[in-house]
Nanobody
């Protein structure tokens, strides 16, 4: 099993910045992908940013140029730096990890709230 613990959410004004952190623990070998998803009220959970074990990254179009995902393998932690935040970024952000050990397993954090408003 893999446990994911998120931190760093909060309230910020439009144009502001936040950094989310997600620390992985447990059986953390072979985590091929770590990333962030978000879910706004009444909407589906959508991918925000992914970091692959080969160093590649992938971003949702709506956050390109504003968000940066970074993975610190020594700390087993993935970060999401969010700049120039907009009200549309308001959501619960979830950390995700994908592990391939004889099959695919997806793990999720508990979620952290990000609110962007005046």
């Amino acid at each position: 099993q893999v446990q994911l613990v998120e931190s760093g959410g909060g309230a910020v004004q439009p144009g502001g910045s936040l950094r989310l952190s997600c620390a992985a623990s447990g059986r953390i070998y072979s985590l091929s992908v770590m990333g962030w998803y978000r879910q706004a009220p009444g909407k589906q959970r959508d991918m925000v940013a992914l970091h692959f074990s080969n160093g590649n990254t992938n971003y949702a179009d709506s956050v390109k140029g504003r968000f940066t995902i970074y993975r610190d393998n020594a700390k087993n932690t993935v970060y999401l730096h969010m700049n120039n935040l907009e009200s549309e970024d308001t959501a619960v952000y979830y950390c995700n990890a994908v592990q391939f050990l004889g099959g695919r397993s997806d793990y999720w954090g508990q979620g952290t709230q990000v609110t962007v408003s005046q």
